[in-house]
Each structure stands twice: as structure tokens, then as C-alpha cells.
């Protein structure tokens, strides 16, 4: 166990965030996000959110691994800004299930190759299974340079239903000091954080997203959602007892949309906070951005 962990830290870049001692196999989440009013409803106006994701390795004689990990996602969101009358979705109710299974090759102790297969289900549930399947993948290739610094680059690739989505990123876990750390894959989400004991971190957290999901609604057989979201917080990780690990966030959303498109209305090319080729007609207007909590329950196993 402890060498099929150990490798698979060494090699993984599409984790959860995990302490460098510990890798995080499954956590359950939730996310409340208060919007704000508008005309149509004055009253408390939120977005609800819960997420989970369990990994499960499978490590080979000369150390590469078969990684596999899989999540599910839930977004309830009430849709009050429209551009038409009656609304043309009175709710989102968004659900996406994330496979990523593939080969992770070791060259040496120090550099390794990832190459990973990503299909989503992306849908209300209500939608066709061959509607709500996309296709993507994920390349990237690792060098541990010492103790203090590893680094990824690679790319990222998903068929969303707009159209082509590529995510160049780069990876660091970086101690800058014995005690202050930045751990992330950018531009998708970062943390910069301190570890004042081995019980307790806290610091900034940065996560930006872009999903689509297939909605069949009556009258709106052949639509989809484009959700957005840009979050900054701060947070902090208490280990709780044995391998279980409490995080919470506080923060705002610099950007929380739900777009809601025509099926044939597409993009040429999407790209981290740029689309090329944008001349899409919404059926509802601009979500605001607002605050949220995040809560998260960690069951993170130790390596050493």
C-alpha cells in the first residue's frame, strides 16, 4: 500500500489537493452560494452544489500506474435572469459524472509521462445518454527537480458542447519555505497556504471552471448550459482524527454564470478565459458574481 501510494503522488496531476505526506482517496463536499436578488425574486436567492470523487491506483513491477478516478457533481441554481417571458428553464438542475482512467509512465525516479482518457456524463438528467456524453483527455509530463519542487506541464482537452475546449496548464508543489507552500494546476485552481503544525493549514484557494451540461426541458429539448465559475477564498485543512481532514472555504465568485445556449450554437475554439469565434445568442441574461462557503470531508491515507 504505502508503495503504491508513494508512486502514485509522484505521478498524478489530476488530484484533489493532498498535504505531501498524505494522498487524499475520497472526500464529499457541498457548496452554498448566495446570490443575489433580482426583480423576479426578492426573496434569498442561492445556488446549492455537492461534489465527491474517489481514486483508485493500480501500480505495476517497474512502478508505472493505472490510475483511475471518478466524480460526481450536482448544481441546483434557480434560472432568474432571462431575456424572454415566461422563463425558458425555470431551474437548472445540472449533474456530471467525471471518469479519468489511463497510463502513468515512469522514465526514472525523477521524470514521468501521464496519458489519461476523461468522458463526462453532462446532463439534467433528463437528456439522452448519446446527448450527454463528452469526450476529452489530459497529457502532461512530470519533473521532480528536488525535495522542495516538482513540476508538470501538459494540456487538457474536452469535447463540451459548444464546441472544442484545450487547457494548456502547469503544475507546481512548491515548498517556498519550511512552512509556506503554493500547490496547484494552473490556470484551474491553486493554493498558496501555510502549515504552521501538521494538524492545521490555512491560506488562499483559487479554483476557475468551465462545464457544459445537455438539458431537455419541455421546449428546450435542445439546449445546453455553460457554466462558469472563478472563486477566490480563504481556507483552512484541520486533520480531525485518524485519516479524516476537515476543509472549509469562505469567499466570493468573482464569476458564477449559467449561459444557456441552443444546441447548434457554437464556438470555434474555447480556451481559459477566452472563446475564439464567440457569436453565440443566449436565452437568459448574466448571472452576478457572490459569496459562498465550501465545506469538504477528506479521507487521505498516509505515504511515510
Avoid at 242 to 271: C, M, P, Q, T
Wanted: glycine fraction near 6%.
Amino acid at each position: 500500500m504505502k508503495r503504491l501510494l508513494s508512486t502514485l503522488i509522484l505521478a498524478c496531476a489530476i488530484t484533489a489537493v493532498f498535504a505531501q505526506d498524505r494522498f487524499d482517496i475520497f472526500y464529499v463536499a457541498g457548496n452554498y452560494n448566495f446570490m443575489q436578488t433580482t426583480a423576479i425574486n426578492d426573496d434569498t436567492n442561492y445556488e446549492t452544489a455537492v461534489m465527491s470523487n474517489l481514486k483508485v491506483p493500480i501500480v505495476f513491477k517497474d512502478s508505472s500506474v493505472w490510475y483511475t478516478s471518478v466524480d460526481y457533481q450536482y448544481f441546483s441554481m434557480n434560472n432568474e435572469y432571462f431575456t424572454s417571458d415566461p422563463t425558458p428553464v425555470e431551474a437548472f438542475n445540472l449533474h456530471g459524472i467525471i471518469l479519468r482512467t489511463g497510463y502513468i509512465h515512469r522514465f526514472n525516479s525523477k521524470q514521468s509521462l501521464q496519458i489519461l482518457f476523461a468522458p463526462r456524463i453532462m446532463s439534467d438528467f433528463n437528456a439522452s445518454f448519446s446527448k450527454s456524453l463528452q469526450l476529452g483527455g489530459i497529457l502532461m509530463y512530470e519533473k521532480i527537480k528536488n525535495d522542495d519542487l516538482t513540476w508538470r506541464i501538459g494540456v487538457l482537452y474536452n469535447q463540451e458542447f459548444f464546441g472544442t475546449y484545450i487547457v494548456p496548464v502547469v503544475y507546481l508543489d512548491w515548498n517556498m519555505t519550511h512552512k509556506l507552500k503554493v500547490k496547484g494546476l494552473l490556470p484551474v485552481y491553486a493554493k498558496i497556504y501555510m502549515e504552521p503544525s501538521e494538524k492545521i493549514s490555512a491560506g488562499l484557494h483559487f479554483i476557475g471552471l468551465t462545464t457544459t451540461y445537455r438539458i431537455n426541458e419541455q421546449g428546450f429539448e435542445n439546449y445546453y448550459v455553460d457554466r462558469r465559475s472563478i472563486d477566490l477564498s480563504l481556507f483552512t485543512n484541520i486533520h480531525l482524527f485518524d485519516n479524516v481532514f476537515f476543509e472549509g472555504r469562505a469567499g466570493y465568485s468573482l464569476s458564477r454564470d449559467y449561459g444557456l445556449f441552443a444546441e447548434n450554437d457554437k464556438i470555434d475554439l474555447g480556451l481559459p478565459l477566452v472563446n475564439i469565434g464567440d457569436d453565440r445568442t443566449r436565452a437568459n441574461n448574466e448571472f452576478e458574481g457572490s459569496p459562498f462557503i465550501h465545506l469538504r470531508l477528506i479521507y487521505s491515507l498516509p505515504v511515510n
